[in-house]
């Protein structure tokens, strides 16, 4: 039982560049959600999904993009990287009787 | 705005203390309020939870002060040892499985 993974665990990317983040849970959560954490700014919500074919955005939404076109998956797009994006990316799963599942996260450094 | 905010940014404690850490929260409909621990190079984990029924729960050496009248809430770390520095991290949401919203974390320290 390997609970959330999240892949890539590390990238560099260019201003400009586009990349994905997958997130993958195996605890047939319906709730999956992408956070970002810097120093001093804690763990702030980008967007969230409440099930398969739904997305919403969080508190920081602006220059990402999500799917969830299957339940176990939950993908995260920049479609032009920024360097306010170099950040670490936090997936994370639930459902209505667990909490919340962090991955391992992702160290995305953009210059 | 920020709906949860939490103190001390940083702490040092001494091996075998207690440690304190505060959260205040601005929305009255929050009836959600956990705690998660994060290691380095970790994601955050869930250590104690509290809903607004209890003033306080009590699990092992951690616990959580609930105060409902002052909109505050707390975790106390008794016995403090080195395996507990981490940042700590206080969150509230309300029903209906809404996304947890997220103190900015207070990195915890213990010395020997």
């Known amino acids: 039982n390997a609970g959330v993974t999240q892949t890539p665990k590390f990238r560099v990317l260019k201003t400009g560049q586009s990349m994905t983040l997958l997130c993958a849970q195996d605890?047939?959560?319906?709730?999956m959600y992408w956070y970002r954490q810097d120093p001093g700014m804690g763990l702030r919500l980008i967007h969230y999904?409440?099930?398969?074919?739904?997305?919403a955005k969080g508190e920081v939404p602006d220059g990402y993009n999500v799917s969830r076109l299957k339940k176990q998956n939950f993908l995260l797009g920049l479609e032009s990287a920024a360097p306010s994006q170099t950040s670490v990316y936090f997936c994370?799963?639930?459902?209505?009787?667990?909490?919340?599942?962090f991955g391992n996260g992702t160290r995305l450094t953009v210059t | 705005q920020q709906q949860v905010k939490q103190s001390p940014q940083s702490l040092i404690v001494q091996k075998g203390g207690i440690s304190i850490i505060n959260c205040a929260y601005e929305?009255?409909?929050?009836?959600?309020f956990p705690w998660y621990q994060q290691f380095p190079g970790k994601g955050p984990a869930l250590l104690i939870a509290?809903?607004?029924?209890?003033s306080e729960k009590k699990e092992g050496r951690f616990t959580i002060s609930f105060n409902k009248s002052a909109k505050q809430f707390s975790l106390h770390i008794m016995d403090s040892q080195p395996g507990d520095s981490a940042t700590y991290f206080c969150?509230?949401?309300?029903?209906?499985?809404?996304?947890?919203?997220f103190g900015k974390g207070t990195r915890l320290s213990v010395i020997a």
């Open positions: 605890m047939n959560h319906e709730y």
């Open positions: 994370a799963s639930s459902d209505s009787n667990s909490p919340l599942h």
């Open positions: 999904s409440v099930g398969e074919g739904t997305t």
């Open positions: 969150a509230a949401s309300y029903s209906g499985n809404t996304p947890l919203v």
């Open positions: 509290i809903r607004p029924d209890v």
């Open positions: 929305n009255t409909a929050f009836d959600y």
